[in-house]
């Protein structure tokens, strides 16, 4: 019986499958209707007037009344902002949206969620009704674990696409829009938007997400290019007023960012540009590019402690930038008529890597960074992508599609898993394209001339100009003829081998020493930790608990994960100090490094056997070779 058991079974299991395929089982449920297409026309209904009350900012509380006038009665679907530029992916923060009543002549109308889109409401209008009321509160978060808090006793970021509804069907530049905001008395506000005291004209639904608002008790204009036609200023607020004070020197840096710009582009695409300058230790970090503005959220110790916060001075000239690439010119497949229709980024490491990659020449050229700063950026990134194990499995191009894969939530292990490199992975393969140009055409054309072909046309218009991958080769040949198609490809779209060219060709060479450079430093300050990827492969919080770890190297080995809490090191309470001589004591006594570790309830000891000292990225000048670097940092006459 035992031998013959399993045909029995197989014998059993094809009666079953039979019968199966003949019954008929369970049917799909029909979907709902899609929502609609968004066309090329102009909204029938008329201007939407919206109107928020921030008078609650300690609360966080946003009272959004909005009026929608409407052409017919019947059905009516009103969108709440899903897709938003910048973002890359469905973000609108439709959680925060409270409270929600629809009224019409009088009559409350009840409303239904979309089962499939959520961010979409139903209402029927009804016979006779000329325009639908919606109220309703956006409930910022008070607290960094519920989200990006937006909103404190002294400041408000708002962000229309918070606090709007809108009809779909039509593109967002066809749907006009009259806002107002009643934010404390005596606040001062900085916007891209034209209007007084918190009331500001008529505009597009387009122009009004592309135009948010920074307010705050205490607040700051400053002219960075004074006496111009076309006015370009700090919109500065923060936490406390000693905070707002701007030493002539750092005037000085932000006024020769916009000169080392038009330099650049030889161009600009708009009318006036507000920086929107918060300096917050409570509201969340931010830096989001707009057409006219940007959102350049940072550390309140900006200006007071200019000496210590330089790692992040690329953050203006990276927003600063999008003005031409990402907002005047975008990727053709991430262009979207309105915040219903996905965007995809194929593209992002033009939109983001190029953008980064000017962020950080034009920080070098503005002087917000000096040449020393700026070559240790160049560095870090350097050694971040000459050991990167992702690289060996995962090809630049689908980071792209991070942001939703991802939702830029923390990894466990990022080395190895990759996020959003077409950032800083993208800067390198630029940095690449422009040391090869420089070479080829022995210092006559850069990038520089790719980035005024490419950004710098249409002088004055506000007219978006979408681009492809061809049209990307396309000026590339037109600046120095090659093949730019297989330089992309072998950079994006294949496990290519680490981007060190743009170093090497620069004339200069990633070397490793035991001394951080000031950047470490300035990071590790900043951040509150304590960077050991390049020697034992582990990143630590300033209380020892591990938040990353660098696949297959020592800690990795000795099976450290993130979480994990060094209690001691060689028998001795931890110190970052502690660790970082025990290291160093390693190198010559070949004794493996002991550490106590506490992950969850359970204590263990891990030994790890690494004996090669502290490690920490520099670049180091080859001298006798061409400094196309230097060359491609320095300030533009």
Same mark, same amino acid.
């Given at each position: 019986?035992?031998r013959?058991? /399993?045909?029995?079974?197989? *014998?059993?299991?094809?009666?079953?499958? *039979?019968?199966?395929?003949?019954?008929?089982?369970?049917?799909?449920?029909?979907?709902?209707?899609?929502?609609?297409v968004?066309?090329?026309?102009?909204y029938?209904?008329?201007?939407?007037?919206?109107?928020?009350?921030?008078?609650?900012?300690?609360?966080?509380?946003?009272?959004?009344?909005?009026?929608?006038?409407?052409?017919?009665?019947?059905?009516?679907?009103?969108?709440?902002?899903?897709?938003?530029p910048?973002?890359?992916?469905?973000?609108?923060?439709?959680?925060?949206?409270?409270?929600?009543?629809?009224?019409?002549?009088?009559?409350?109308?009840?409303?239904?969620?979309?089962?499939?889109?959520?961010?979409?409401?139903?209402?029927?209008?009804?016979?006779?009704?000329?325009?639908?009321?919606?109220?309703?509160?956006y409930?910022?978060?008070?607290e960094?674990r519920?989200?990006?808090?937006?909103?404190?006793?002294?400041?408000v970021?708002?962000?229309?696409?918070a606090?709007?509804?809108y009809?779909?069907?039509y593109?967002?530049r066809?749907?006009?829009?009259?806002?107002?905001?009643?934010l404390?008395?005596g606040?001062?506000?900085?916007?891209?938007?034209?209007?007084?005291?918190?009331?500001?004209?008529?505009?597009t639904?387009?122009?009004?997400?592309?135009?948010?608002?920074l307010?705050?008790?205490?607040? *700051?204009?400053v002219?960075?290019?004074?006496?111009?036609?076309?006015?370009?200023h700090l919109?500065?607020?923060?936490?406390? /007023?000693n905070?707002?004070?701007?030493?002539?020197?750092?005037?000085?840096?932000?006024?020769?960012?916009v000169?080392?710009?038009?330099?650049?582009?030889?161009?600009?695409?708009?009318?006036h540009?507000?920086?929107?300058?918060g300096?917050?230790?409570?509201?969340?970090?931010?830096?989001?590019?707009h057409?006219?503005?940007?959102?350049?959220?940072?550390?309140?110790?900006?200006?007071?402690q200019?000496?210590?916060?330089?790692?992040?001075?690329?953050?203006?000239p990276?927003?600063?930038?999008?003005?031409?690439?990402g907002?005047?010119r975008?990727?053709?497949?991430?262009?979207?008529?309105?915040?219903?229709?996905?965007?995809?980024?194929?593209?992002?490491?033009?939109?983001?890597?190029?953008?980064?990659f000017w962020?950080y020449?034009?920080?070098?050229?503005?002087?917000?960074?000096?040449? =020393?700063?700026?070559?240790?950026?160049?560095?870090e990134?350097?050694a971040?992508? *000459?050991?990167?194990?992702?690289?060996?499995? %995962?090809?630049?191009?689908?980071?792209?599609?991070d942001?939703?894969?991802?939702?830029?939530?923390? @990894?466990?292990?990022r #080395?190895? =898993?990759?996020s959003?490199?077409?950032?800083?992975?993208?800067?390198?393969?630029? @940095?690449?394209?422009?040391?090869?140009?420089?070479?080829?055409?022995?210092?006559?054309?850069?990038?520089?001339?790719?980035?005024?072909?490419?950004?710098?046309? #249409?002088d004055?218009?506000?007219?978006?100009?979408?681009?492809?991958?061809?049209d990307?080769?396309?000026?590339?040949?037109?600046?120095?003829?090659?093949?730019?198609?297989?330089?992309?490809?072998?950079h994006?779209?294949q496990?290519?081998?680490?981007?060190?060219?743009?170093?090497?060709?620069?004339?200069?060479?990633?070397?490793y020493?035991?001394k951080?450079?000031?950047r470490t430093?300035? #990071?590790?300050?900043?951040?509150?930790?304590?960077n050991l990827?390049?020697?034992?492969?582990?990143?630590?919080?300033?209380?020892?608990?591990?938040?990353?770890?660098?696949?297959?190297?020592p800690?990795?080995?000795?099976?450290?994960?993130?979480?994990t809490?060094?209690?001691?090191v #060689?028998?001795?309470?931890?110190?970052?100090?502690?660790?970082?001589?025990?290291?160093?004591?390693?190198?010559?006594?070949?004794a493996?490094?002991?550490?106590?570790?506490?992950?969850?309830?359970?204590?263990?000891?891990?030994?790890?056997a690494?004996?090669?000292?502290?490690?920490?990225?520099? @670049?180091? %000048?080859?001298?006798?070779?061409?400094a196309?670097?230097?060359?491609?940092i320095?300030?533009?006459?």
């Amino acid at each position: 019986m035992r031998r013959i058991f /399993p045909v029995i079974l197989v *014998s059993l299991m094809a009666g079953a499958a *039979s019968a199966q395929t003949g019954s008929p089982g369970p049917q799909p449920a029909p979907l709902p209707p899609a929502i609609p297409v968004p066309q090329d026309i102009v909204y029938p209904g008329g201007t939407i007037q919206l109107s928020v009350d921030a008078t609650q900012p300690a609360q966080g509380i946003m009272r959004v009344h909005e009026t929608i006038p409407v052409a017919k009665s019947g059905p009516l679907t009103l969108y709440y902002p899903s897709w938003l530029p910048g973002n890359h992916k469905a973000s609108g923060p439709i959680n925060k949206l409270a409270g929600l009543a629809f009224h019409a002549g009088g009559q409350v109308m009840p409303w239904r969620r979309d089962p499939i889109d959520v961010y979409a409401f139903h209402i029927d209008v009804p016979e006779g009704a000329r325009e639908v009321t919606a109220d309703f509160q956006y409930l910022s978060p008070v607290e960094s674990r519920e989200g990006r808090v937006v909103s404190t006793d002294v400041i408000v970021n708002l962000e229309w696409n918070a606090v709007v509804l809108y009809p779909v069907g039509y593109f967002a530049r066809r749907i006009p829009v009259q806002a107002e905001v009643k934010l404390p008395p005596g606040w001062g506000i900085g916007t891209a938007l034209e209007g007084d005291n918190g009331r500001f004209k008529t505009t597009t639904l387009e122009t009004l997400i592309d135009s948010p608002l920074l307010a705050g008790k205490y607040f *700051s204009r400053v002219d960075i290019d004074p006496g111009a036609k076309v006015p370009v200023h700090l919109d500065i607020v923060a936490d406390r /007023p000693n905070q707002l004070k701007i030493t002539p020197e750092q005037l000085a840096a932000h006024k020769a960012l916009v000169q080392q710009a038009y330099k650049l582009y030889g161009s600009h695409h708009y009318d006036h540009y507000d920086f929107l300058l918060g300096l917050s230790a409570h509201v969340g970090g931010e830096g989001l590019e707009h057409h006219q503005s940007s959102e350049d959220i940072t550390t309140e110790k900006y200006f007071i402690q200019w000496d210590k916060t330089f790692a992040g001075r690329d953050l203006l000239p990276h927003e600063y930038t999008h003005s031409w690439n990402g907002k005047f010119r975008r990727p053709a497949d991430l262009w979207t008529p309105n915040y219903d229709v996905p965007m995809r980024g194929s593209l992002l490491w033009v939109y983001e890597g190029q953008t980064q990659f000017w962020g950080y020449v034009l920080a070098a050229r503005s002087g917000l960074w000096d040449k =020393q700063q700026a070559l240790d950026a160049y560095a870090e990134l350097a050694a971040l992508y *000459s050991t990167q194990a992702g690289r060996q499995w %995962r090809p630049l191009e689908d980071t792209t599609l991070d942001p939703i894969i991802s939702n830029r939530q923390p @990894l466990p292990w990022r #080395n190895y =898993q990759r996020s959003e490199d077409y950032y800083n992975e993208g800067l390198m393969l630029w @940095l690449d394209a422009d040391s090869l140009i420089r070479q080829k055409t022995g210092g006559k054309k850069s990038l520089d001339d790719f980035a005024k072909a490419f950004f710098g046309i #249409n002088d004055g218009s506000f007219v978006p100009v979408t681009y492809t991958f061809d049209d990307v080769v396309k000026t590339l040949n037109d600046v120095m003829p090659y093949d730019w198609a297989g330089f992309l490809h072998a950079h994006v779209d294949q496990l290519a081998k680490p981007p060190m060219d743009g170093i090497t060709r620069g004339g200069y060479r990633l070397v490793y020493t035991d001394k951080p450079s000031a950047r470490t430093v300035s #990071n590790n300050s900043q951040r509150k930790q304590e960077n050991l990827s390049y020697s034992l492969g582990v990143v630590l919080d300033n209380k020892g608990k591990v938040i990353d770890v660098t696949w297959d190297g020592p800690a990795f080995k000795a099976g450290l994960a993130l979480g994990t809490e060094i209690i001691a090191v #060689n028998g001795v309470d931890y110190d970052a100090d502690e660790l970082k001589d025990a290291i160093t004591e390693a190198k010559s006594d070949q004794a493996p490094i002991q550490l106590l570790v506490k992950r969850n309830d359970a204590f263990s000891t891990v030994s790890i056997a690494y004996h090669d000292g502290l490690r920490y990225p520099h @670049l180091e %000048r080859v001298e006798g070779t061409p400094a196309l670097l230097d060359a491609l940092i320095a300030a533009k006459k």
